[in-house]
T-cell receptor
Framework: DVKVTQSSRYLVKRTGEKVFLECVQDMDHENMFWYRQDPGLGLRLIYFSYDVKMKEKGDIPEGYSVSREKKERFSLILESASTNQTSMYLC?????????????FGPGTRLTVT | DQQVKQNSPSLSVQEGRISILNCDYTNSMFDYFLWYKKYPAEGPTFLISISSIKDKNEDGRFTVFLNKSAKHLSLHIVPSQPGDSAVYFCAAIYSGNTPLVFGKGTRLSVIA
């Protein structure tokens, strides 16, 4: 049973703080993704990674960076948090073969920036 | 430019009736489609998928239909149950290692 875990369910940070969101998957998946979900905007891709130390920008990378030092762990970094980054952040992983496109999601982190 | 569109933000259905959620796409390169279900404060969970070589896929109460010529897919839930109340996301992907492209979601409310 695939498990994707995220370090916090709820987080409150102040404007300007550096924020780390951690994601760990236990199924040896190649691919990992970070999304944010906002009402009326659906799931928007921030960054993704197909391999260790590799990263690709998604649709909305501005204000974010990522780190993937180990295959199972993908971190999202908000260098200087702003109020418009208040959102639900979702991490996902997938096997990365052409026959299985399914992504498995973590429970999400609700981040509030005040 | 939205490549995957769910034009109905919300849908209300009575318990026991059919729920039909629709999704349109613009990119003819997409060849695999997925539906996800999301409850509040939880991550999305995979529901059902369909390859572009098929026009229908069934799993219990859930059926997905694909009309490639119209670039349209739909998810049918029969019979609808109150526990089906959630946000449903349609997603599409090219062959190969590219990210899923998600629609904005449709909130389904099943009324007892």
């Amino acid at each position: 049973d695939v498990k994707v875990t995220q370090s916090s369910r709820y987080l409150v940070k102040r404007t300007g703080e550096k924020v780390f969101l951690e994601c760990v998957q236990d199924m040896d998946h190649e691919n990992m993704f970070w999304y944010r979900q906002d009402p009326g905007l659906g799931l928007r891709l921030i960054y993704f990674s197909y391999d260790v130390k590799m990263k690709e920008k998604g649709d909305i990378p501005e204000g974010y960076s990522v780190s993937r030092e180990k295959k199972e762990r993908f971190s999202l970094i908000l260098e200087s948090a702003s109020t418009n980054q208040t959102s639900m952040y979702l991490c996902a992983s997938s096997l990365g073969t052409e026959s299985t496109y399914e992504q498995y999601f973590g429970p999400g982190t609700r981040l509030t920036v005040t | 430019d939205q490549q995957v569109k769910q034009n109905s933000p919300s849908l209300s259905v009575q318990e026991g009736r059919i729920s039909i959620l629709n999704c349109d796409y613009t990119n003819s390169m997409f060849d695999y489609f997925l539906w996800y279900k999301k409850y509040p404060a939880e991550g999305p969970t995979f529901l059902i998928s369909i390859s572009s070589i098929k026009d229908k896929n069934e799993d219990g109460r859930f059926t997905v239909f694909l009309n490639k010529s119209a670039k349209h897919l739909s998810l049918h839930i029969v019979p609808s149950q109150p526990g089906d109340s959630a946000v449903y996301f349609c997603a599409a992907i090219y062959s190969g290692n590219t990210p899923l492209v998600f629609g904005k979601g449709t909130r389904l409310s099943v009324i007892a």
